[in-house]
């Protein structure tokens, strides 16, 4: 798992507490009945304070998966890496 990865599973596990380390990759808005708009919101949040980015809650209707919302991180943000 790449760095950017490993926090996103810190944030899902934070916002889905009942979530297996092991679901969660799999996890989906689909396939969690807690995955509400509260949840969601409370994901955005999650995310803002980990990666340091604000996301437009416009793009919510497309952060519907932990790999829908890994991709739009990986566009989004620059890896701690390579921060001077």
Excluded: K, N
Aim: glycine content about 4%.
């Amino acid at each position: 798992m790449g760095e950017t990865q490993d926090r996103l599973v810190r944030c899902f596990s934070l916002v889905f507490p009942s979530l297996a380390a092991d679901q969660i990759p799999i996890a989906s808005v689909e396939t969690l009945d807690e995955w509400d708009s509260l949840a969601s919101v409370t994901l955005l949040a999650v995310l803002g304070e980990e990666f340091g980015v604000e996301i437009d809650l416009g793009d919510l209707p497309e952060l519907i998966s932990f790999h829908a919302v890994l991709r739009y991180l990986e566009v989004r943000t620059v890896p701690r890496s390579a921060q001077h």
